[in-house]
């Protein structure tokens, strides 16, 4: 199973989105090295191997492939969370600031009541974060913009309140970017956003 999370953001943030989807489960279905896998087994440590050099290329090369694209990528961009279930292996990869979760709980495999209170059943799982945001103001993220010319800023709405971290060029009012790791977003890579995967 595959999951994604492509939340577009920009003028044409909905056109990144839709493209960084299609092009990484097309770019997973097709790999030479899965499709020769003969078990979920197999395909998870194709994927393990290297430190998941893999799916590390897959976001590099998406953000690569947009710039091919007609739409605007200057300044649009996603954020691209993947879940990939191989049987009882769970991978997930994150560039931006959508988030991965894992609930547990053993009863619910077990219930087949339809009727079972959902609630009552989550109330006493486990819950697993499998992501972390990639938000500008975390230290390591922030010392890369810094090093590449970006700033980092806390801005105040209209009505003066808080607003979060964005990644501007220094001495501009853009891009404005509320994270620090996305794919597209091409001004913002000058300035050490990238779309490196976690």
Do not use: W
Request: net charge positive.
């Amino acid at each position: 199973n595959i999951f994604g999370v492509f939340d577009g953001h920009g003028t044409d943030g909905h056109y990144v989105s839709q493209f960084v989807n299609r092009f990484i489960i097309n770019q997973l279905k097709k790999n030479s090295t899965i499709k020769r896998c003969s078990s979920s087994k197999e395909i998870y440590e194709q994927i393990k191997y290297n430190n998941f050099k893999l799916i590390e290329n897959l976001f590099l090369e998406a953000d690569e492939q947009i710039k091919k694209e007609k739409f605007d990528y200057t300044n649009s961009g996603t954020t691209c969370i993947i879940i990939l279930q191989l049987n009882q292996k769970i991978i997930c990869a994150n560039a931006g600031d959508s988030r991965a979760i894992l609930i547990y709980n053993k009863s619910i495999n077990k219930t087949k009541d339809i009727n079972t209170d959902k609630n009552k059943l989550l109330k006493n799982s486990k819950i697993f974060s499998l992501s972390h945001d990639f938000k500008p103001e975390l230290p390591l993220e922030k010392k890369r913009i810094y090093e590449c010319g970006g700033i980092v800023v806390k801005d105040l709405d209209e009505n003066d309140k808080e607003e979060p971290y964005r990644v501007y060029i220094k001495g501009k009012a853009y891009p404005g970017l509320a994270m620090s790791r996305s794919i597209g977003d091409i001004d913002a890579k000058n300035i050490g956003v990238i779309p490196n995967p976690q």
